[in-house]
């Protein structure tokens, strides 16, 4: 396999990537379904699918809040998915691959079940870099979110 350098913005500096044969649609697709199975995971409530789409080094920043390494996801974040959702949706607006790397951004909105009928409305922009694993499928290894109000 060859090797390439790959400038890493905004740092200015080069990192040595591995070269594969591209097969950006088949890329994408796995990455859109990567994006299915997240919705499916949270209205299913299904922790540990949700908890399979992220990289076992995986960081997850949230607004005005600490970073959250896969451990802290396992143990702390996962319980918002174990919660009853009444409605959500996670649409990708741009999917870059750049080898055995890629980025996702778009938008959510989340209906959380309030009780006695009523539900909390969340919505907002999101921006993932994923990263292909050892058997081709990709997970979650960055991710950051934001409310439309924030």
Do not use: C
Request: zero cysteines; proline letters at 5%.
């Amino acid at each position: 396999m060859m090797e390439k350098l790959v400038p890493v913005f905004p740092l200015g500096v080069t990192v040595p990537v591995a070269e594969r044969p591209a097969d950006e649609a088949a890329d994408r697709a796995a990455i859109q379904a990567l994006w299915v199975a997240y919705e499916t995971a949270v209205l299913a409530s299904d922790a540990q699918m949700w908890i399979s789409l992220w990289d076992p080094e995986a960081l997850r920043l949230q607004p005005n809040g600490a970073v959250r390494d896969y451990d802290r996801l396992l143990h702390e974040e996962i319980d918002w998915v174990e919660n009853p959702t009444d409605a959500f949706s996670i649409l990708p607006k741009e999917i870059v691959i750049m080898g055995d790397h890629a980025y996702s951004m778009g938008t959510y909105a989340v209906d959380f079940a309030l009780g006695q009928g009523k539900t909390h409305r969340v919505e907002g922009k999101f921006i993932s870099i994923l990263r292909r694993q050892g058997d081709g499928s990709w997970r979650i290894f960055r991710s950051m979110i934001n409310g439309h109000d924030e």
